[in-house]
């Protein structure tokens, strides 16, 4: 699946994605009707880390930079591009699936964003889970503290927790779900919303 198709998939679960709209054209920018400042990505579901490859463009402003910024990364893929509105948030974090032959789907939670790598602060659960298991999976986490309000950094637990039970709903009722990988999801004092979604199937 494409980032465009996953978070239409995510939101049938109640998942917060920012607004986006696919220009396959130039032409089609005229008919978007998004709030700058916008981010425009390159959609394919054969490019995995789309920013390592110049495939992101960000604090698109106006029409005209939305256009070129259409150019410029349909002209190097000769893909669609999505456009979304850009967000604001305090913390980072990553959520992710995946399907262990023996033990099924797993999921995953901790600290995200482009630091991922070198944090290694994740905790797994076996799917499903429940509200208890998604409170102690933010409590399992090194960096807790910064989910706490952390130099007044504020977010909202609640949100979290709720976004780890809908992913794994989400995979109970569509078992032929390889993998997932979201990240990073922002976290801001009022929600949690992903700004980037990949979904595997089978």
Do not use: C, W
Request: overall charge neutral.
């Amino acid at each position: 699946m494409n980032e465009y198709e996953a978070k239409l998939m995510l939101k049938k679960y109640g998942v917060k994605v920012p607004n986006g709209y696919v220009a396959k054209t130039k032409d089609d920018l005229k008919n978007m009707n998004l709030k700058y400042p916008l981010v425009a990505k390159v959609l394919s579901d054969k490019i995995l880390h789309k920013s390592d490859v110049g495939g992101v463009l960000l604090h698109i402003k106006t029409l005209e930079e939305a256009q070129e910024a259409f150019e410029k990364i349909n002209g190097k893929f000769s893909t669609p591009v999505l456009f979304e509105e850009m967000v604001n948030g305090n913390v980072e974090t990553i959520i992710g699936v995946i399907k262990d032959p023996t033990f099924g789907h797993a999921i995953m939670f901790g600290l995200g964003g482009i630091y991922t790598e070198v944090y290694r602060d994740v905790t797994f659960r076996v799917i499903p889970i429940n509200r208890r298991d998604a409170e102690d999976m933010i409590q399992d986490i090194r960096g807790k503290k910064i989910l706490e309000g952390y130099r007044g950094k504020k977010v909202n637990r609640e949100a979290i927790i709720s976004l780890l039970t809908s992913i794994s709903k989400l995979v109970v009722e569509n078992p032929d779900i390889e993998g997932i990988d979201l990240n990073p999801v922002l976290l801001t004092e009022d929600k949690a919303i992903v700004l980037d979604a990949k979904i595997i199937k089978s």
